[in-house]
């Protein structure tokens, strides 16, 4: 038996034993192998990080300016497994939970005008989205080869986001060829999941990316002929390119990494969603003069469960035990019941009115809570606890969000809705290429580590999340969530030919972790099965939601060289 900081770095020792590819963490001298030997490498005192952060000179054109904005530290307790920038549509994909500030109403399945119409935690009015993983302490002993056994016994799978299920309504006219490339895409998702069937009980970090870009190319030409097809008919379609890419997944680690008999015992409540059946793949194809009004309603579906998923955050813990079944999903099924009368009767004015709608209205909430030892089981517990992802989740003691300049150009107001997201969650299973040094101490902002930092005393543990600062100017997403934005260059700041600058945000999380909990490896971030807490695996999420007379504000106060308050 080892302590909690023996498993991180299992997942690259697993590497290693499997004869599989080696992956090798550099950037701010991290272990040099693979190898279990090295496990406790993975965290560091930051006086021993050499200073490595570059600030680029800032020349005549640039923008020196910079806006803060003041979210709070999640203290409504917003918490997630969902990842709505990276897996749209899957819920509970992350695998590990999320902390949120901001939009109150996000999910996995939000859509565009959900998050404008919900409320946030931000001072400004900001309906922005920022979410990142949560920091667990953990100070239990456990054995360290929990980790490689589960592995072991895995098959790794290929989890796309399901297109059918976030579909406008479909012309009638276009309804064969759309339910042909939704069979194609079936298809295409079941033959990647026979390849991965080969790498069963390994990670081979090439073999996936490869995999997942062949995988890209194929859905994104049948998507973009679902959406094309839906035009051609009469239809609107847009927002589908967020469903292209495909991820591997390792989640059955989880079914031989179950919960314990503790954490099963206490399976509090924290962090409810509603959950109501799907009713865009349940519709005939919709004659041509009622497409618009199809689509309204289906809309105005979707507001009523983000409005109700937002009453779940913002009530928790009032009225009785009744209180959910009375204030939230009593109207809801009865708002639905009327919404989805009005479908069938926009579509039967046309054609045959659809039977049985009306048994898609009732809801329920889903209290985030499964049967232990299933593929994928959902946080548990009073500190919404996965398998391997255990221990009390950490407050941060402050979260600073600030828009910055670009060293050699004016920036250019974010257009709303951007999506965009920083680091890698799966250094391990897709290789390191995107993943960022974010680990740091607060009084040391010239160095970051890929490894956990052991602080001096009376210094804070802090993540320092940079976004990207550069914009293609014309995609609020992209197949692959990342192409459609860019970093400056490190050395010089100025963004890649093609793009624009951008207000470029940075967040910086603080933590009040006591030392003794850093110098004997208790700390650990939460991360997919297969990362095992690897701090290179530190990532950040972000969709845009401020209004374009913010955002203009934003953009003007960075380039005018001033230091302006969202308050």
Known sequence: MRSRHARIGIAAAVLAATGALTVTFVSAGGKGTADAATELQQYVAIETVRPNVTVPRVRANGSRGRFVVDCGTNGNGKFSPDNP???????????????FVGNLAITATSSDADLDAS?????NGDKSSYFWPVVRIDRSVRSATAVRQALASTTPTV???????????????ARQAVLARLRSLDEATARADERMANSRGRIDARANDALLASLRTERARLIKGISDSIT?????????????????????MHAAMR?????????????AQVRCPTVRDKLPGVPAPAVAEVDRNLAELDRQIAEADERLVTTRGQGGPDFVANAVLGPLNARRTAVLDRIATAIGRHADRPRNLGALATCTVDAQSSTPG???????????????????IVRPSS?????????????????????????????????????????????FADRLSDRYPVCPAGRQVQRVHDFPGCWDGRNTDSTNHRSHVAFADRTTG????????????????????PRDVQTRGQYALDSFPEEDHNPFSDHDDFVNVNSARTMQRIATCINKARTCSGR
């Open 232 to 252: 051609a008919g009469g239809g609107r379609s847009s927002g589908l390119v967020s469903l292209v890419e495909c991820d591997v997944s390792y989640d059955g």
């Open 119 to 123: 409320g946030t935690t931000c001072t």
């Open 399 to 443: 979260v600073l969000i600030e828009y910055r300049g670009n060293a050699t150009a004016k920036v250019v107001p974010m257009p709303k809705f951007l999506r965009a997201l920083t680091g890698d969650a799966k250094p391990t299973s897709r290789g390191p290429a995107n993943a960022r040094a974010a680990w740091t101490c607060s009084g």
């Open 374 to 392: 299933t593929a994928l089981p959902a946080p548990q517990g009073p500190n919404l606890e996965l398998p391997n992802n255990t221990g009390g």
């Open 159 to 173: 989890t796309c986001p399901r297109v059918r299920d976030r579909l406008p309504a479909v012309p009638a006219g």
């Open 494 to 513: 100025a963004c890649p030919a093609g793009f624009v600058a951008i207000p470029q945000l940075r967040i910086t999380i603080s933590y009040a972790i």
């Open 259 to 271: 919960h314990t008999a503790a954490e099963v015992k206490a399976r509090t409540v924290a962090s």
């Open 85 to 99: 920038v990276a897996q749209p549509g899957i819920r509970n994909g992350a695998e590990h939970v999320h902390d």
